[in-house]
């Protein structure tokens, strides 16, 4: 996982080619310890992810709800077209925002 901030108080957060039970725990503290610290725009972004376990969307979800409540936004970017249908068959994709490229993402929470 790699934190990377793009200024303007927008960070994003890449997660590894292997989001799961082992992985998931490290960037849910990274990410709740920047919504700590203030964060209140953030990307999630998919880029190098190719597996996503249940623990991982769990992560996600609890993060982009903490988020919320603190009028922040998290938007995820980068999906593969198998780790999008794992959003989709969980019910995430009319939840979250997901857009397909991390410039997109960056144009959004600049708005």
Not at 40 to 56: G, Q
Not at 81 to 108: C, N, Q, S, W
């Amino acid at each position: 996982m790699e934190i990377i901030d793009n200024g303007a108080g927008i960070l994003t957060v890449v997660v590894d080619r292997k989001f799961d039970t082992v992985t998931a725990p490290a960037v849910e503290k990274a990410m709740l310890a920047a919504i700590n610290d203030g964060a209140r725009k953030m990307i999630c972004n998919f880029e190098k992810c190719e597996y996503i376990s249940s623990m991982a969307l769990r992560v996600v979800l609890n993060v982009a709800k903490i988020i919320q409540k603190s009028d922040g936004q998290l938007i995820l970017c980068n999906l593969s077209t198998y780790i999008m249908e794992i959003f989709e068959l969980a019910g995430f994709t009319r939840i979250l925002t997901i857009v397909d490229k991390h410039p997109t993402a960056l144009e959004k929470l600049s708005a």
